[in-house]
């Protein structure tokens, strides 16, 4: 039995110890880590301790990339919304189940017979998933048809974009995101503005005038008649400030641009997704077709499936899945990710589908050690708010492709923090300039309201190659320099000290 005033001396100990706490706690559920690597640890705490996590949902998993080992986790079971790290899971499973070098081609078929110069029946322009095809390329297939001597269609011109499903969209779109080009409509047949390649929609421009008082003056590109410009913008002097909205009425493809621009001011552009793309892309092989004098006495008639006895006269080969990564990853192009789990859902099942191709996405974790039974895969892109997925299977899933012959492909895919380069540090190039991090984190970056995500591979400053996945969700405010944080300090951590 102690004496009373030892007893006392106790109490008092144990009040000034948990006065002196400090204000985030972490149990043995909250935090794993490797009993080697200490002063590692208790910086990741401090980091993880940030005021701006209070009521927020934080997980954390670092391991080694060389050895797989956990060396430090924080809530890395919980499910949390990934936001554009399921990119990672899709890219992931795309280039295994269909390698590499897979191509998306687009064909011209001919349904009737062919007499002298003229086509006798209907012409199908058919999809099979491409989301790169631009105004040139239907201008190159239309010469591979003038090259065959085809200078008169007698029936109809149809697009075919049977090769998927007709559900244009992931279940969890949200009615305010339809028209933007991040929610771009999925079709087997669609036709993309420029480079980025984000198929399904346009790029609309507005300039003034050069006269005060005149309406601004509206640039469609790829220009086409598909989409009706209501322009309401008018030009105003060149001390007045700009406001001018360009926005998709729902439903419809017609595009209201509105609100006033200087003269002399800098244009308004904006990328706006379509209705319906494969109309958008039946319009562009329609206005080929016209530049080239092939006559066409059907009409553009909108869809249908080209009958098995269809006639193939031009085909095109879309760039490799290995160079298609590339915009699709660094750029965090939605559209792609959902192009592939449909396009998965084909090869697989023999069905273009979110369903048939998310089986394909789980198959795959399942194989490679994943544990696919714990997350929930609601879309190939991470825009759903029902997507689940733990951290430490993130990182697990970034440990075992290291083994894959296409490893080097998704390595070389990831945004690399700090390079101005777009296509090489894409969403990480204004990331963590001037530390040890730049040009040495390449990770995949995520983002949606309450959710930021970074997932990737970083070199210590000592030659330690880790991978790590940072999940936050539920957060107020910005806590983006939370992530970055973390990916710095594992850059410039030496692990050779705690030998």
């Given amino acids: 039995m102690l004496p009373a005033k030892a007893k006392q001396m106790v109490v008092m100990l144990l009040c000034s110890l948990l006065l002196f706490a400090p204000y985030q706690t972490y149990d043995k559920e909250q935090v794993t880590a490797s009993s080697e690597n200490e002063a590692l640890t208790d910086q990741l705490n401090m980091i993880m301790a940030d005021e701006k996590l209070e009521g927020a949902l934080a997980g954390v998993s670092i391991r080694s990339a060389e050895t797989g080992e956990v060396i430090y986790e924080h809530d890395a079971g919980k499910r949390l919304k990934p936001a554009s790290n399921m990119k990672l899971l899709t890219a992931a499973a795309a280039l295994e189940v269909l390698g590499p070098e897979y191509t998306f081609p687009t064909e011209v078929l001919a349904e009737g017979e062919i007499k002298g110069n003229k086509l006798h029946g209907d012409l199908y322009l058919k999809g099979k998933g491409d989301p790169t095809l631009m105004e040139e390329d239907f201008e190159d297939l239309v010469n591979a048809l003038k090259e065959n001597g085809i200078k008169e269609v007698k029936g ?65 590109v790829p220009e086409n008649d598909y989409v009706e410009i209501i322009n309401k913008a008018k030009t ?22 509105e609100g006033e621009i200087p003269v002399e001011g800098f244009r308004s552009r904006s990328w706006v997704a379509v209705d319906e793309p494969s109309g958008l892309a039946l319009n562009l092989f329609g206005s080929a077709l016209d530049k080239e004098d092939i006559k066409v006495k059907g009409e553009l008639a909108g869809e249908g499936s080209a009958p098995e006895s269809a006639e193939l006269l031009a085909s095109k080969q879309s760039m490799s899945l290995e160079e298609l990564l590339v915009p699709f990853m660094k750029l965090s192009n939605n559209g792609h990710a959902e192009t592939l789990i449909k396009e998965m859902g084909k090869v697989v099942h023999g069905e273009g589908s979110w369903e048939k191709g998310l089986e394909v996405v789980e198959d795959f974790l399942m194989d490679i050690g994943v544990e696919a039974d714990t997350l929930r895969l609601r879309d190939g892109s991470g825009m759903s708010h029902v997507n689940m997925v733990p951290a430490h299977e993130i990182s697990e899933l970034l440990y075992q492709v290291r083994g894959k012959e296409w490893y080097p492909a998704y390595l070389a895919s990831l945004p690399v923090a700090g390079n101005s380069d777009r296509f090489v540090g894409g969403t990480l190039r204004y990331r963590m300039n001037d530390t040890p991090a730049e040009d040495n984190v390449k990770a995949k970056t995520g983002s949606l309201t309450g959710v930021t995500s970074l997932s990737g591979y970083v070199t210590s400053k000592d030659g330690e190659e880790l991978i790590f996945a940072v999940v936050l969700n539920n957060y107020l405010g910005s806590v983006q320099d939370i992530e970055d944080e973390i990916a710095i300090t594992l850059a410039e951590y030496e692990f050779s000290s705690e030998e």
């Fill in 156 to 220: 109809n011109v149809i697009a075919d974009d049977s090769w998927y499903d007709d559900v244009r969209l992931s279940e969890d779109i949200s009615w305010n995101d339809e028209t933007n080009y991040y929610a771009a409509q999925v079709s087997a047949l669609t036709a993309a503005p420029n480079a980025d390649y984000d198929a399904g929609t346009v790029i609309v421009e507005a300039h003034p005038a050069d006269t005060a008082g005149e309406p601004a003056e509206v640039k469609v």
């Fill in 236 to 257: 105003v002097p060149m001390d007045q400030e700009k406001d001018i909205s360009i926005e998709r009425k729902h439903g419809t493809n017609q595009i209201i641009v």
